[in-house]
């Protein structure tokens, strides 16, 4: 049977990153749809986002859609609007699948859910900048996001980057785990994932999960793409 898989990117990335995991879903008969949130589209402002904007258009989305019996498929900071889309989508999401995503904890910001010193640090990029934004950097992919792949590749994904509204990593979510809606869940997580501020294991484990383990590190959407979407097929 067909799936509708709607993908949500993660902080800094647009729907492009997801583009070569939903061409393969495709491919296996099943629609796809890749979203970019607002503030992260080539050529936008980042000033003025807030988390909800984010919830607000994936939802928006799939009802101007008229989409039913949907997976969401989460990278990153995705699992913060991915799971307050799921609360108010409840009757349309069959499924929610985290890929090296954080998952909410009730009441707490991603800024907070990380250690101290990397919350700090974050605090201040955000309002050192005048758009209260965080830019991307070369030396953000080369050490954290894609360690160890050729370096070409590293810069070109820098440069598709676009700067994360801040208060996208500020704002928190005031509702359960979607452990709570009784939607199946899948996490998924990259053996090299060097980018979680907390291990993956502990993320899987507020769903009361175990991660399914991919090759690559925390972009491995675009480097195995074929190893990511088996997963999400199989799950």
């Known amino acids: 049977?067909?799936?509708?898989?709607?993908?949500?990117?993660?902080?800094?990335?647009?729907?492009?990153?997801?583009?070569?995991?939903?061409?393969?879903?495709?491919?296996?008969?099943?629609?796809?749809?890749?979203l970019t949130l607002p503030g992260l589209g080539d050529g936008d402002d980042p000033a003025g986002h807030d988390l909800q904007d984010a919830v607000d258009h994936v939802v928006s989305e799939v009802e101007r859609r008229?989409?039913?019996?949907v997976t969401l498929v989460g990278h990153s900071w995705a699992g913060y609007p991915m799971t307050g889309a799921a609360?108010?989508?409840?009757?349309?999401?069959?499924?929610?699948?985290?890929?090296?995503?954080?998952?909410?904890?009730?009441?707490t910001s991603m800024?907070?859910?990380?250690?101290?010193?990397?919350?700090?640090?974050?605090?201040g990029l955000?309002?050192?900048?005048?758009?209260?934004?965080?830019?991307?950097?070369?030396?953000?992919?080369?050490?954290?996001?894609?360690?160890?792949?050729?370096?070409?590749?590293?810069?070109?994904?820098?440069?598709?980057?676009?700067?994360?509204?801040?208060?996208?990593?500020?704002d928190a979510l005031d509702v359960p785990s979607t452990s709570e809606l009784g939607i199946p869940a899948l996490y998924i997580l990259g053996e090299d994932d060097h980018a979680l501020p907390r291990p993956?294991?502990?993320?899987?484990?507020?769903l009361g999960l175990e991660p399914v383990m991919v090759p690559g590190t925390h972009e491995g959407m675009l480097t195995h793409p074929d190893e990511i979407a088996k997963a999400i097929l199989n799950g």
């Open 200 to 206: 993956g294991v502990e993320f899987a484990a507020r």
């Open 87 to 107: 609360h108010r989508l409840a009757d349309k999401v069959s499924k929610v699948v985290y890929y090296g995503a954080q998952v909410p904890v009730r009441g």
């Open 66 to 69: 008229g989409l039913s019996d």
């Open 126 to 170: 955000i309002d050192a900048s005048p758009t209260r934004s965080i830019p991307p950097t070369l030396q953000f992919v080369q050490g954290i996001f894609m360690q160890d792949v050729e370096a070409g590749t590293q810069r070109l994904v820098a440069d598709l980057l676009t700067p994360q509204p801040g208060n996208y990593f500020l």
């Open 111 to 123: 800024v907070d859910d990380n250690p101290p010193e990397a919350a700090a640090m974050l605090r």
């Open 1 to 34: 049977m067909s799936t509708t898989y709607v993908f949500i990117p993660g902080a800094w990335h647009g729907g492009w990153a997801w583009r070569p995991v939903a061409e393969r879903l495709r491919a296996a008969g099943h629609q796809a749809v890749c």
